[in-house]
Every structure is written in C-alpha cells, then in structure tokens.
C-alpha cells in the first residue's frame, strides 16, 4: 500500500496557481524527497497533505485516509514540522514535548524509544526555554515534538533550510533512523544535493511535478553528454561558452561550469578545450562528468519552460471536459 | 487533555513578563486613580471681579462667590478692558461685572446690572463655571431679600423653591458613579483584548498551525486559551470590589450575582469579539490597531464618560450596538441602586444579543481561514 497517495491536485491562490494537476505516490516506510526552489508548491502541497489546506481539485489520501474526508483521522496519524520552528517559546524543552504528546494523547514515557536517539542530545538543555536553543537543537526539539505520537507518515518541510552543513549531515543520519523504524518521511528541500540522500525524489517547479523516480533513476535519464568546465575568468567564459555551436546548455555550479552538449559530437572534450584555449581563456580544463540531480533539474525545467505554452492550451481542454 | 491546554495557558501566562503585572497594575490604577483624574466635577476657577459699584453690598457678593470654594479670586479691577486681557492671557477663566447702582438695585428690586463672562476654551469648565457663577449670585439675592423684611420680591408672590435631593448617590459623588465604570473597562479589556492577542501571537509563532495537526479540535483549544482569562477576570473584578470598599467604602448595594451574571454576558460578547479580531488580523500590530478603534468607540459611546441621552439620535441609535452600554448601565444599577437581574433584563437581553451575534460570526469566519 502506498502511504501517501495524491491525484490530480490543484491549488490556486487568486490569479497565483500554486499547484496544477500533481500526482504522486509515495510508498510506505521511505524517505521521499520533493525538491524544488523556493516558490515551486511545495509547502502548499504540504499544507493539503497535512489537513491545513483545502485543495481546489482533485483528490490526496494519508495511509488510506482521504485529506478531506478523514481529515481527523489523518491528524491522529501524523507527524508535521513546518518550514518555521513553531514550538512554544516560552515553555521549556521538556514542557513543549510533554505538552505535544498530551496533545496526541500518549506521554512522553510511552513512546520513549521512538525518540530517545535525537532527545538524548537535547536533554541537557530539558529545562531551558525553546526560545533560548540554539538553531540546531530547536530543529531537534521539533523533530522529537514531531514524532513523540509515533506517527506513521512524518512530513518535514525544507527542515534543513538555514541549517549549517554540519547539521544538515547529523539531520539526515536522524532520518535514516527514523524510516529504519517504519516511518514513512516525506521531505521537502529546495536543496539538490540532498536528492541522493532520499529513497525516491519528485521534482516540482511552478507547481508541476517534471520528473519523479529514484535519484539514480533520474539521473541515468538525462539524454546529453555532461562537462565541467574550468578557466578564467569565469563569467566571461560561461557567455563564450552559451554561444559556441553544438552546446545544448551551460550553467555555472560553483567553482566549474557544467555543459551539455549533444552526446552524438565525437571526441567533444577536446573540441570544447582546443576552442576555449583559443579563444584566450587561462588556466582551463575540461573533464567528462555524470549528471548529478541539479543538471538534470536544470534540463528538465528547461524543457518544461519551452513547453509550457503549448500545456497550458491542453490543460484547459481538461478542464472543459 | 483539557486540564493540560489550560494549565499550558496559565504556566505561558505567568511566564509573560508583562501580563500578571498589568493584571494586578491595571485594576489598581484604574481605581485608585482614574476616579479622582476622570472627574467632571470643576473646582479652582480663576476669577476676576470688575467691581464698578465698590459698596459693603457688592464686597459682600464678592465674597459670597469666593466662599463657596469653586472659585479663587484672582483680582478685582475696575476696568473691564484689563479683565477682558487677564482672561485673553488665560490667567482667569471667567469674568464677574458688577454694575454701578447694583446696591442701589437690589434693595428697590428693579433689574440689577451683573455680568459674567466665562472663557470656553474648555466648554465643560466653562460652562460648569458660569452655572456655580449664577447659582451664587441667585443664592446671594435670595438672601438678600430674606434679610430684608419689607423686600419688595417676597410681596409680589411666592417663590418656588425647588431643593434637589440625589438619590442613590446622595452626595453626587463623581467617584461613586465613576467606580462601576471603571470595572466595566478593566473586565472588557481583559476578556477582550488579551485573549485576541493571545492567539494572534500563536499565529504568528506559527504555533496555532502545529495545533492545527494535532487531534486537539480548534474549539477545545480555543475555549481552553480563553478559560484562564476568564478566570482572571473574576479576580480582577474581586480586587476591584475590594478597593472599592476599602478605599471608598462603597458596597455593592445589590447582589454579586446579578454582578457575576452580567460579567459573564458580558465576557460572551467580549471572546466573540477577542476572536473575530484574531481571526481577521495577521499580527499584533493589526490586532493592536483594530482594538483602539473598538476601544474607542466602546468607551465614548458608552455612557461611561457622557450619558447617552444627551448624544443626538443618531449617536444614540449606534450606542444599542456597544455591548459597554449594556455592561455600564448594569453595573452601576446593580452596584449603585441595587437593582435585581430583573429590573434589568434590557440589558441582559441587549448583552445577549449582541454576544450571539458575534460569536456567531466569528464562529464562522474561523471555519472559513481554517
């Protein structure tokens, strides 16, 4: 059975469509990441799954419970920790855990073993105030809150926004121990890197979802031959780059540039090499590399721009019939 | 799990580090204070006197309005043009012309020559003033006449002599009058206006949104946040009647029941209203701006300050909505004529109204936002 099952889901604010037609399955007892930038939907898909907010059409269901119908029922069963801490501030780290728990009806003592990994770390600090933690415990803090009711479907909503790159290593080892004891966790993150990290992922941009599958899934599905460009100086590089013929795309990640280029060029390496060094650029390199998720990110919603007029016409066809 | 969203709500509370002070600061400044500062009763006007007749008998008038304590005499002049400029300077506030020939008048009778300017830059001083003014010198006269036995007034037919007696305050007290009042703020400002930004503060923590999760129903966690106010209400009111009584000596004439009863109407209208500010504004400071308004409107046009029936019609009509003027008019009833919940079942029945009215409304614009 699926854990989480959405069809068709649309939401529009005003004239602002937020989510059009998302379908998605998510399978009980994995980590599913919904990666995409800031403004994609995902917190609005989030809000419908968690009860908070009511779809405009078509139909969503939490462990078999439909969002709208069961709504109470779906409450009972999950774990939600918003994008923004939202504990009580002024009650202490024990007072705000206990308080959740009674709120779900159960006490701290009887679901002890679902959260004794992450509290042991935050227990020193058991009567200090929520407001008074630091960014990483308050993150903890919101995590224990979230499972103290052993749910069996948590939703976390870009959790490692703002989070420094240390604890957002130690938060996913958490999560891995979280689904190692059969919660099923759907994340969402507008970091790529993360997709790896994750059982299955679904890439969303201005509510649509483009692609959805197993990160490695994803990735062996990108149709171009990637490169990683280096020289100096790098933006002009990047605009010489765009306009040499046979490149398909060029993005900048970082310290290199990655290029695409059509896999059928032979020996394309060379060729790309040979062109930049003449064209006066210093310092250069030019090595073959696997697409990661954000290149195929970058492809795919390219893709999605270019099609998007031509969607739009089909997806009010649907809606006449 | 009722017993813990309260007890949560108490624990966040007193943790505030404002609230249990104001709730202790409130009642007391509101009475101990606000009945000597909000009080209409006028005293120390500055008066000049223009005496152009300078007898024993106009000294005499002199200092029969002096004596009777509401005036201090700044000067007496003989010019009236150097008056006119005290006044304009704002060293007095009203002027007493004493003509030439007013002794010689009053003892034949004819119509006498006495003027009185008052300055109405403040129109209730001013008013107030000119009244005291004319009420001495009436009183002055009618002495006057008394003493002399062969007065001509008293032979040309009875005088009416209408003696006020104040009921239920006796004294006209302002402070009497001004004590149920007082309660009737603090209690609105309470019930009303805390637990609105109370839960616009959960809004904004993004805290209502976790509860919202959690089986806990929006009512139970609504009601449950609301009960503690309710709560302190009754002590405040308690610490309010205890003033009263130690401080002013005034009792409750009627029953604290009819008192809790009409508080409780009340505290309907005020949580109906407490959520329908919450509902509709995103923070604090919107739920701030919101409140001044009500709060202005409830106070001015409620009766508390001025009586509604001297605000013109459609002043009036408005007042049947403030739930204040309800609340008011009870209060003092009960606390100053000892009135029975049935002498006043207008304003039961007005409180009642209105308190169905809003919480159904806000009922209904909570389910909506949800």
């Known amino acids: 059975m699926n854990a989480i099952e959405i069809h068709d889901v649309s939401k529009s604010y005003g004239k602002v469509r937020a989510l059009s037609g998302v379908s998605l399955n998510v399978k009980e007892g994995e980590i599913f ?15 419908i799954l968690t009860t908070l907010l009511l779809a405009d059409g078509g139909t969503a269901s939490v462990a078999g419970l439909d969002v709208v119908k069961d709504y109470a029922g779906i409450r009972r069963i999950i774990g939600y920790m918003p994008g923004r801490f939202s504990l009580y501030q002024d009650l202490s780290v024990r007072e705000n855990l206990e308080f959740f728990a009674t709120v779900f009806g159960t006490t701290v003592e009887e679901n002890y073993d679902v959260i004794r990994d992450i509290y042991s770390q935050i227990e020193p600090f058991r009567d200090r105030r929520a407001g008074a933690l630091s960014g990483g415990m308050k993150q903890k803090l919101a995590l224990c809150c979230a499972l103290v009711h052993k749910p069996s479907v948590l939703f976390l909503d870009e959790p490692t926004t703002g989070v420094d790159a240390v604890s957002r290593r130690d938060f996913w080892n958490m999560l891995a121990r979280i689904k190692a004891s059969g919660v099923t966790v759907f994340v969402s993150t507008p970091y790529m890197d993360e997709a790896s990290l994750c059982d299955r992922v679904a890439l969303i941009m201005h509510g649509s979802i483009i692609d959805s599958g197993t990160p490695s899934k994803i990735e062996s599905e990108y149709p171009y031959a990637l490169y990683a460009v280096k020289g100096s100086p790098m933006y002009p590089l990047l605009k010489y780059l765009r306009s040499t013929d046979g490149v398909l795309s060029c993005f900048s990640f970082g310290s290199v540039h990655h290029l695409a280029v059509d896999p059928s060029v032979a020996d394309a390496r060379q060729k790309i090499l040979s062109e930049i060094v003449s064209a006066g650029f210093k310092d250069c390199e030019v090595h073959q590399i696997r697409p990661g998720i954000e290149d195929c990110f970058m492809y795919l919603a390219g893709r999605y721009r270019q099609g998007g007029e031509e969607r739009g016409t089909v997806r009010s066809g649907h809606a006449g019939a | 799990m009722w017993k813990y969203l309260i007890e949560k709500e108490f624990r966040q509370f007193f943790r505030d580090p404002m609230l249990p002070r104001i709730v202790i600061v409130f009642p007391l400044l509101m009475m101990l204070v606000f009945p000597f500062a909000a009080n209409m009763e006028v005293k120390n006007i500055n008066l000049v006197v223009v005496d152009n007749d300078r007898t024993d008998i106009s000294a005499e008038l002199i200092e029969k309005c002096t004596g009777s304590g509401y005036f201090r005499l700044k000067a007496v002049c003989s010019d009236p043009r150097e008056a006119q400029e005290m006044m304009d300077r704002n060293t007095v506030d009203a002027i007493l012309t004493i003509g030439q020939g007013f002794s010689r008048s009053i003892v034949t009778g004819e119509d006498f020559p006495v003027g009185i300017k008052v300055n109405t830059v403040n129109g209730t001083k001013g008013s107030i003033g000119s009244q005291y003014l004319s009420d001495c010198i009436m009183l002055f006269m009618k002495q006057f006449a008394g003493d002399g036995s062969s007065s001509p007034q008293t032979a040309s037919g009875p005088v009416i002599d209408a003696a006020p007696k104040y009921y239920y305050n006796p004294y006209m007290d302002y402070k009497v009058f001004m004590v149920p009042s007082l309660m009737v703020i603090a209690v609105t400002m309470v019930t009303g206006f805390f637990p609105a930004l109370n839960i616009v503060g959960e809004k904004e923590a993004g805290t209502i949104e976790q509860m919202n ?9 609504i009601v449950c946040k609301m009960i503690p106010y309710w709560v302190i209400t009754f002590f405040m009111l308690g610490m309010c009647l205890l003033i009263a009584w130690l401080v002013f000596g005034y009792v409750c004439r009627g029953s604290l029941w009819g008192v809790v009863l009409f508080t409780v109407l009340h505290i309907m209208v005020t949580a109906g209203l407490g959520l329908l500010i919450s509902s509709y504004s995103e923070n604090a400071q919107q739920a701030m701006f ?22 013109p019609a459609w002043a009036r009509a408005i007042t049947y909505a403030n739930p204040l003027r309800y609340y008011a008019d009870a209060m003092r009833a009960i606390f100053l004529k000892g009135s029975s919940v049935a002498d006043l079942w207008y304003d039961a029945a007005g409180l009642l109204a209105i308190g169905v009215t809003v919480l159904f409304w806000a009922v209904r614009s909570y389910r909506k936002t949800s």
């Open chain 2, 290 to 311: 919101i409140m001044m308004f009500f709060v202005l409107i409830f106070m001015l046009m409620s009766g508390v300050f001025t009586p509604v029936s001297s605000m």
């Open chain 2, 213 to 221: 999760v959690s089986p806990v129903s929006k009512t139970a966690f």
């Open chain 1, 33 to 47: 990441g919904l990666i995409g930038p800031d403004g994609a939907g995902k917190t609005s898909l989030f809000r």
